[in-house]
């Protein structure tokens, strides 16, 4: 299947420092990206839709001036937590969908990054 | 009508019995239907997906059983192993374009030797 990759795996930052998450398609062009966030023993909350080329798309309820997301080309998202809280500490994932986004694709996952904020 | 209700929440099944988890959906316009498993501390992998024009899918031991009129899909591990413990989710998506996944809230399997 399809390879998306994040980095860093993990990051530990200070409160009000920004940290920034980065997302790649492997193998393939994603013209949309997404970003979740994981808090322990939950499901994945939807924070944002990533676009190529334009503004990303929020959820209800996220900042988007707190979490910025860039989408410079076809296989490269980055999330940026800006002035990151401890209750920002969370596990993000990004996910992406294979092909174009038809009956046939599929949306694969990449393997999230651990944030701790101290 | 967005949602995806998944169930149970909690699932504990013996080394070779069969796991269950049932998951509802309300939008009709709903045409996707993956399941996904996930480690602690790693992003979920997609398991099998089905759409509505099939009523069953099989790969090696898991099968998805999909009834259309009742809104209800459902994922069956046969032979279940402990290496098979994880945490499932089941989500719904309206295919073509770059739609969003709905999830489902979780099911965490515990297979005991």
């Known amino acids: 299947g399809a390879v998306v990759s994040q980095h860093p795996s993990w990051v530990i930052c200070k409160s009000g420092t920004s940290v920034k998450i980065e997302c790649r398609s492997l193998?393939?062009?994603?013209?949309?990206m997404f970003w979740y966030r994981q808090f322990p023993k939950q499901s994945l909350m939807l924070m944002a839709t990533?676009?190529?080329?334009?503004?990303?798309?929020?959820e209800q309820g996220v900042e988007k001036d707190k979490f910025l997301i860039n989408h410079a080309s076809l296989t490269l998202s980055t999330l940026t937590v800006t002035s990151a809280h401890p209750e920002d500490s969370s596990f993000y994932i990004c996910s992406a969908w294979d092909r174009a986004g038809g009956p046939t694709d599929t949306q694969y996952f990449g393997p999230g990054t651990r944030l701790t904020v101290l | 009508q967005q949602q995806v209700k998944q169930s149970p929440q909690s699932l504990i099944v013996q080394k070779g019995g069969i796991s269950i988890i049932n998951c509802a959906y309300e939008n009709t316009a709903f045409d996707y239907f993956p399941w996904y498993q996930q480690f602690p501390g790693k992003g979920p992998a997609l398991l099998i997906a089905?759409?509505?024009?099939?009523s069953e899918k099989k790969e090696g031991r898991f099968t998805i059983s999909f009834n259309k009129s009742a809104k209800q899909f459902s994922l069956h591990i046969m032979d279940s192993q402990p290496g098979d413990s994880a945490t499932y989710f089941c989500a719904a998506s309206i295919s073509g374009g770059y739609n969003k996944l709905i999830f489902g809230a979780g099911t965490r399997l515990a297979v005991h030797p």
């Open positions: 193998d393939f062009q994603a013209t949309t």
């Open positions: 089905i759409r509505p024009d099939v």
């Open positions: 990533s676009n190529e080329g334009s503004k990303a798309t929020y």
